[in-house]
């Protein structure tokens, strides 16, 4: 599975305004497929990845590492499946998902500490294709897009005083795996 976030955060409001972006990367995930009859099913998906970011003072153009940002998607996706019974089944979606973030500071976060990034509930698209290999047995390739816009707050190194700002992270999560049918 590979997440990319497409997105980052600035916290605004301090002299000098710190930039949070995150990086994409590769992560793990598990689905289950239940299907109503032969075109419609519900997708229950959950993944995790482990993002990188980096942190910028836009004043002085300081960066560093920022920390890790875990991220664990879980969606629940209503399917319409065009050729249920090909050998390649394309399919489209729509549901919800749940969000939860996890950031770990890195070591001298360029003024900003003790970053807080709130769970978010959003929307989800999908589309993806199965592809029979005989039996029971075959592949998966999946696309989703997670419009998100959780709340993040952080804590100014050697202060109390806290800012605020909003991380667009929007992932758009691409999987790939073997699909088992019972």
Do not use: C
């Amino acid at each position: 599975m590979w997440l990319d976030p497409t997105g980052g955060g600035t916290f605004g409001d301090l002299f000098d305004p710190v930039d949070l972006d995150v990086d994409s990367d590769m992560g793990f995930g598990l689905a289950a497929n239940v299907f109503f009859n032969e075109r419609l099913s519900t997708e229950f998906a959950i993944a995790r990845v482990e993002n990188e970011t980096s942190v910028r003072r836009r004043a002085t153009g300081a960066a560093a590492a920022g920390g890790n940002l875990e991220m664990t998607p879980i969606t629940a996706v209503l399917q319409y499946h065009f050729a249920p019974n090909g050998f390649i089944d394309p399919y489209i979606g729509a549901g919800g998902a749940y969000m939860l973030f996890d950031f770990s500071e890195g070591q001298g976060v360029t003024g900003v500490d003790q970053i807080d990034v709130d769970d978010d509930i959003g929307f989800v698209v999908n589309a993806g294709i199965g592809i029979k290999l005989g039996g029971r047995l075959g592949l998966n390739v999946d696309a989703k897009y997670v419009p998100v816009d959780a709340a993040a707050s952080g804590v100014i190194v050697s202060s109390d005083e806290e800012s605020f700002t909003r991380i667009e992270v929007s992932p758009i999560i691409i999987s790939a795996g073997v699909s088992l049918r019972f």
